[in-house]
Every structure is written in structure tokens, then in C-alpha cells.
Antibody, heavy 122, light 113 residues
């Protein structure tokens, strides 16, 4: 069974940094694109970033470019999101998600974790 | 980036009636080389992560009831729920995965009248 579990969220001051993790199991991790999607309290979904199977391609929403970095560790079946220079509008529940198909290129997210909450406040 | 606009923002439907949600993209999400529309629909219930319903604009994901269907091509898409059930109360999102910056619509809240 596919499992994705996010961790690392918490309260961070504006301008600070944080690293989110997503531990996965139940599938061949190195075969799938992975994504981060966030949801501000009471708001809609916002795709944040994704990363290719081998980590060789990464893409970001414009609002986080230069501040967030997505990475992966295929040996440990995990992805990460490094947040720096955080702002109040980065406050959100951050989900990690797995592409539906392996070696698929751009694809929908079929499996999701339950999210980890990041709160940016002084 | 491709902007996704859903309509309506909310709708109330009686049990057993049809619900229709529209999604318009600011540019075509139809990839000519494979004739596939890179458009998905998700359902999100309170306190839960999103659930994939439809991909390639009209392909129902495994286990999704057949009362859910997707249609459309290019820039205009529709999610239809025939015979709405109480468990369908949720927010529904369209998403394009055509460009290297995926984008979601703002969401449509479905309630029971």
C-alpha cells in the first residue's frame, strides 16, 4: 500500500527557514515524479513544486522561485522542501503527492499525504 | 502561467439531481502529439487531502463511482456528477498539468440543497 507522510512543519518567523520532509513507502520511489502542493487556511490548492524521478528536473510556482528548493533522496524514498526567506503568505498545509504513472513526465497526482502545517508569524 | 477558472464558486443541488462544474483554461491544454488534454479533477472533503477523480479530462480514476464524468477539450472542461449523493459534498478542483507549472482552479464547493 502506498504511504506518504509529511513532517517538519511548525512555527517559523518571517525571513526564517524550514525543511519539510515526505517519507514514502509501498512503491518504487525512484520511478515517480513527486510534487509539493500547499493550501492556505480556508483557501484553495496551490501547486508549489515538482521533481523528476532522478532529481534532474525541478519546477516551481513563480511565488517561491529562489526561496524554496525541492529535492529527493531515492535511497531513502523521501522528498524534501527547503523553505527560506519565508513570508506570511507561505502559511499553509503542505502536501506531498506522487504522480499516477512511473516515468510519466507531467502527470496527475494520484497519492497524497495528509500534510504538514507551516505557520509563518513573529 | 496557465490560469484555470472554475464556475460556479459554489452550488447547491438536491439529492439525486445533477451537478455540473465548469473549468476554463487561459490557453489550450491539449497536447497535439498524443491528442490528450492534460486536465484533471480532484475532490477534497474537509480535513482530507485531495482525491483524484478524473485525468486526461475524461478518464475516471480507479474506484471512482461512474456518476462522476469529465468532458471537454482544449480550454473548456466540465465535471458532471449525475445523481448527487450526500457523500459528494466537497470542494472540487480542476488542475492543468500541461505546462511545467501546474495550476489549479479556485475550487467549487458542492452542497446539498
Amino acid at each position: 500500500e502506498v504511504h506518504l507522510v509529511e513532517s517538519g512543519g511548525g512555527l517559523v518567523q518571517p525571513g526564517g527557514s524550514l525543511r519539510l520532509s515526505c517519507a514514502t513507502s509501498g512503491f518504487s520511489f525512484s520511478s515517480y515524479w513527486m510534487s509539493w502542493v500547499r493550501q492556505a487556511p480556508g483557501k484553495g490548492l496551490e501547486w508549489v513544486a515538482n521533481i523528476r524521478e532522478d532529481g534532474g528536473e525541478t519546477y516551481y510556482v513563480d511565488s517561491v522561485k529562489g526561496r524554496f528548493t525541492i529535492s529527493r533522496d531515492n535511497a531513502n524514498s523521501s522528498i524534501y522542501l527547503h523553505l527560506k526567506s519565508v513570508r506570511a503568505d507561505d502559511t499553509a498545509l503542505y502536501f506531498c503527492a506522487r504522480a499516477k504513472r512511473g516515468y510519466s513526465g507531467f502527470d496527475v497526482s494520484e497519492y497524497w499525504g495528509r500534510g504538514t502545517l507551516v505557520a509563518v508569524s513573529s | 502561467d496557465i490560469v484555470m477558472t472554475q464556475s460556479p464558486d459554489s452550488l447547491a443541488v438536491s439529492l439525486g439531481e445533477r451537478a455540473t462544474i465548469n473549468c476554463k483554461s487561459s490557453q489550450s491544454v491539449l497536447y497535439s502529439s498524443n491528442n490528450k488534454n492534460y486536465l484533471a479533477w480532484y475532490q477534497q472533503k474537509p480535513g482530507q487531502p485531495p482525491k483524484l477523480l478524473i485525468y486526461w479530462a475524461s478518464a475516471r480514476d480507479s474506484g471512482v463511482p461512474d456518476r462522476f464524468s469529465g468532458s471537454g477539450s482544449g480550454t473548456n472542461f466540465t465535471l458532471t456528477i449525475t445523481s448527487v449523493q450526500a457523500e459528494d459534498v466537497a470542494v472540487y478542483y480542476c488542475q492543468q498539468y500541461f505546462s511545467n507549472q501546474y495550476t489549479f482552479g479556485q475550487g467549487t464547493k458542492l452542497e446539498i440543497k
